[in-house]
């Protein structure tokens, strides 16, 4: 039986200094505008000969003598335009994976026009409450 091993997935965005002091390109901290993810595996004892790295659309799966990871992705990624690096001394694959934006819109478009007729709903029947209770009010 081969070890699952320990490994991270973190989030990485392209930041240039009109980024940093102008705010120029609308960029956040927050994983929303995040353009790549970068998963970085730990493979102690394991020489780059041995490591087979399967990358699909929204899974990785990475296999050696010692080590199997089949991890599905948080994203869609772009899988031809994907980058691993090998870093010899920490025995580290730092594999930079794309993430497909435009798969992704649709749905935050839909969740975004949801959003808003949720909180026009609310308002209006806030201010129908509002109304009424100033009405009961007044009465009194």
């Not at 973190?10 to 200094?17: D, G, N």
Request: hydrophobic letters at 40%; charged letters at 30%; aromatic letters at 12%.
């Amino acid at each position: 039986m081969r070890l699952r091993p320990k490994f991270d997935v973190l989030y990485k965005q392209s930041v240039r200094p009109e980024d940093m002091f102008l705010g120029m390109s609308g960029l956040d901290p927050s994983t929303a505008k995040c353009q790549d993810l970068l998963m970085k595996v730990q493979l102690p004892d394991t020489k780059i000969k041995e490591i087979t790295l399967d990358i699909k659309e929204q899974r990785v799966l990475l296999q050696s003598p010692k080590f199997f990871l089949n991890h599905a992705l948080p994203y869609k990624v772009h899988e031809k335009d994907c980058r691993a690096k090998w870093i010899s001394d920490k025995y580290v694959l730092e594999i930079t994976l794309p993430m497909n934006r435009e798969k992704l819109m649709p749905d935050f478009y839909w969740f975004c026009w949801v959003r808003k007729w949720v909180i026009k709903i609310f308002r209006i029947k806030f201010n129908l409450k509002s109304k009424i209770k100033n009405i009961f009010l007044q009465i009194r």
